[in-house]
């Protein structure tokens, strides 16, 4: 817990952009975020993360996050982040099955970073 940081942020603020470096992942602890990909809008509210994907290819944002409402959230920044999966290996497969669980649920939202992770990530020329 003392690695997260508390953030609030106001109805139809941006939170991150589409194309933005990846430096934290979120956790909502109350309200609800829309991220907007280019093909879909998905909404995530309370107990649920997000930004994990793209912290984990280290890549850029696949899409836009704003919020529907107020909402509170818990920062988890990207160094913390790589140190913590490093120390607990569980947290790590924990996270891992998270975004390939998302991949079959919300397709896009997983497929369009880890996509974007392999674009970033393919053969060097």
Do not use: C, N
Request: proline share 2%.
């Amino acid at each position: 817990m003392r690695l997260l940081r508390a953030r609030t942020i106001e109805q139809g603020e941006i939170l991150v952009r589409r194309g933005d470096a990846a430096s934290s992942m979120y956790f909502i602890t109350a309200g609800e975020v829309e991220i907007a990909l280019p093909s879909q809008h998905v909404r995530l509210a309370d107990g649920t993360f997000f930004g994990e994907i793209a912290l984990l290819h280290k890549t850029k944002r696949s899409g836009t996050v704003t919020a529907t409402r107020k909402t509170r959230l818990l920062v988890l920044d990207a160094q913390d982040f790589h140190a913590l999966i490093e120390r607990m290996p569980t947290l790590a497969d924990h996270v891992h099955t998270t975004a390939k669980a998302r991949l079959a649920d919300t397709g896009d939202l997983a497929l369009a970073e880890l996509a974007q992770a392999e674009r970033e990530e393919g053969p060097s020329a």
